[in-house]
């Protein structure tokens, strides 16, 4: 009987974590009353934007997540990722989502951290403006 050659497991590539980053704030959001309406929301073209999560709230609000998942929190940690430019770009997506729907409903931006300490949700984290 041969013997099996032995592979060594690959590492995690940046969309696997940030994937598994996303099933986890999804899992936790879901647990507390969220239902989830898109994941990963882009807009068409080069330069839109991206949304993580689109949620509703059990208020009826439409909740616009991003999850950021970093592996130390030098440098800020991952909150201090989500920079002016990282929010205009999902604003700039949110406007676009919310041009198909009938009625504008109540609407915030949500940054789940995930990071080494755990998992942080950071409700109404920046405005539209």
């Not at 507390?32 to 509703?56: K, S």
Request: glycine content about 10%.
């Amino acid at each position: 009987m041969g013997f099996l050659p032995f592979k060594p497991a690959q590492p995690a590539t940046t969309k696997q974590v940030g994937d598994a980053a996303e099933d986890d704030a999804l899992r936790f959001l879901q647990g507390q009353g969220l239902r989830l309406l898109v994941r990963n929301y882009r807009t068409p073209g080069r330069g839109g934007g991206e949304i993580d999560l689109i949620m509703r709230a059990p208020d009826g609000t439409t909740v616009f997540v991003e999850v950021r998942k970093r592996a130390s929190v030098r440098q800020g940690g991952a909150a201090a990722s989500v920079g002016s430019v990282k929010q205009r770009r999902i604003v700039f997506a949110a406007r676009h989502y919310l041009m198909r729907l009938p009625a504008l409903p109540p609407c915030r931006f949500d940054v789940v951290v995930v990071e080494p300490q755990g998992l942080q949700w950071l409700q109404a984290a920046f405005d539209a403006a």
